[in-house]
């Protein structure tokens, strides 16, 4: 009974916030956690099933990651801004147009991703690159609109750190579903084709989830609420926020925002380990289930760091949970790197669940740092907030610029990841499969060693300058709080006006 009562009393004190009910945190959740399953079935398997089953080498793979990237810079700016201008009385915000729009779209897309269209490796990869690009474009929409939302909704600093507690939970399973099912699946059986249809039907079972859940915090959250931090300073006149010198000159002078973007800059070096880890089970270890296994023992460590984070908040800092959680996994990485002195296939191959534990133990702080990385976002906005008040004298909150501008750089660190990830692979001479051949490729000695060592390497190297850069960061502790102080005082003379001179 008390097991209970505790259980019970987590729950209370994890949706309890002033800022936001417990109906609006439950469907945020639901459309983050159906994001995020579109998100990780693409970003995890389409490289490895483009390879493997629509014939397309890595040089076209390069070029599609390389063109599409580049042209959805132009999205993010728009979205933010689109999501900053306030709606004309009556009328839906641009917010909640988004999430009613996009959810459909990008479930089809990342359903049509998996399936192969022809024998020609050319119709297949501009089939993937047309689908592929509508998917990413949908899902910056909505990702923004999330992302704004989230900063305009949670107003008290107090409640962020459960708020993004439950949210992250949601991120965390919404992730986790395609990593643990799809190996499950597609690994219960060789016959290759067998397997191109087995990715088709997961695909499909998730998009159906995906557009029931991605359709939650439309239905579930208020449209009065949505711009409710700037509704005592809001023109009467509606005016379109712009990408201009005085926005751009505040987002640099926002340095927790600055300094987080540019560890993330460097965790997009690890962000190769987890692309590669397909092809790590699959190729090196030749035991594709596996990844579920360890999958499942990662999320469960990875969910005991995220639940813990609403206790730990209250001690450690948002910036000295991600900073540690980079270290922490990075002294893992260097120890997997050690089994690549002198590689031997079958050594590893009999060693692969030593190797699978420390990849386990390794992803425990992965849930707690995304939640830590939304809330530094969100803490972010105060200081770019009080920076404004203090030199211009007027509020500079916007919120989908922020979501904006860390989804321009999102796709900027993708960029660098494409080139790095399948540069990488081009060097490392992985053969693909021919479209519609039954036979698996098989690598050379040299490959399957360039893909631990891709997969080791990368973990240290990104892990560690992630962490460096993060202890640059120095809006915590007393000078976090003396800020929140100043802007809360500002916001209420704001609101009350100028005082009245006295005759």
């Known amino acids: 009974m008390k097991v209970k009562q505790k259980i019970i009393e987590y729950k209370n004190n994890l949706f309890s916030a002033k800022s936001v009910s417990y109906k609006e945190q439950m469907g945020y ?91 020609s490796s050319m119709f297949n990869f501009i089939w993937v690159f047309f689908l592929g690009m509508i998917f990413s474009i949908c899902d910056t929409f909505y990702d923004i609109a999330l992302g704004a939302l989230a900063l305009k909704l949670v107003t008290d600093p107090k ?42 039907f997961v695909a499909f079972g998730f998009c159906v989830l995906g557009i029931a859940c991605m359709y939650a915090p439309y239905f579930t959250i208020d449209e009065q609420r949505e711009f409710i931090i700037q509704s005592y300073d809001q023109p009467e006149k509606i005016e379109k926020i712009k990408w201009d010198k005085k926005s751009i000159s505040m987002l640099l002078h926002n340095r927790p925002f600055v300094i987080l973007q540019i560890s993330s800059l460097f965790e997009t070096i690890r962000k190769v380990t987890y692309d590669t880890l397909p092809y790590l089970y699959d190729d090196v270890f030749d035991d594709y289930g596996m990844k579920a296994i360890i999958d499942a023992i990662s999320g469960a460590l990875s969910y005991i760091g995220l639940f813990a984070v609403p206790f730990v908040g209250n001690r450690v800092s948002a910036r000295n949970m991600m900073a540690g959680g980079y270290a922490y996994t990075g002294i893992f990485y260097v120890l997997m790197s050690l089994f690549n002195i002198r590689f031997d296939v079958k050594s590893i191959r009999s060693k692969r669940y030593i190797i699978g534990l420390l990849i386990g133990l390794a992803g425990m702080p992965n849930a707690a740092q995304g939640a830590a990385r939304r809330i530094l976002v969100a803490d972010s906005t105060d200081y770019m907030e009080w920076y404004a008040r203090k030199n211009y004298g007027e509020p500079m909150r916007y919120d989908g610029l922020l979501s904006g501008a860390q989804s321009v750089i999102g796709k900027l660190n993708s960029l660098l990841k494409v080139n790095l990830y399948n540069g990488l692979f081009e060097m490392i001479a992985y053969k693909p499969k021919a479209p519609g051949s039954k036979i698996k490729p098989v690598q050379s000695n040299d490959t399957l060693r360039g893909i631990y060592t891709l997969f080791s390497l990368c973990g240290v190297v990104g892990n560690i300058l992630a962490a460096i850069t993060l202890m640059f960061d120095n809006y915590t502790g007393i000078l976090k709080e003396e800020v929140f102080t100043e802007l809360t005082e500002m916001r209420k003379t704001a609101k009350e006006g100028p005082k009245p001179e006295v005759m």
């Open 29 to 119: 959740a639901g459309g983050i956690f159906g994001n995020c399953m579109g998100q990780d079935s693409i970003d995890t398997y389409a490289d490895k099933f483009n390879r493997n089953f629509m014939g397309i080498d890595n040089k076209k793979l390069l070029l599609k990651g390389n063109v599409s990237t580049i042209l959805s810079f132009i999205v993010p700016p728009i979205a933010g801004a689109l999501y900053d201008t306030p709606s004309a009385p009556g009328k839906q915000s641009n917010i909640r147009r988004a999430l009613s729009v996009t959810p459909m779209p990008f479930a089809i897309t990342s359903l049509l991703l998996f399936i192969v269209p022809s024998e």
């Open 159 to 200: 409640d962020r750190k459960n708020f993004y507690t439950a949210s992250s939970l949601a991120a965390t399973l919404g992730s986790m579903l395609p990593g643990w099912l799809i190996p499950i699946v597609v690994g219960s059986t060789d016959d290759v084709h067998r397997q191109q249809w087995l990715y088709f």
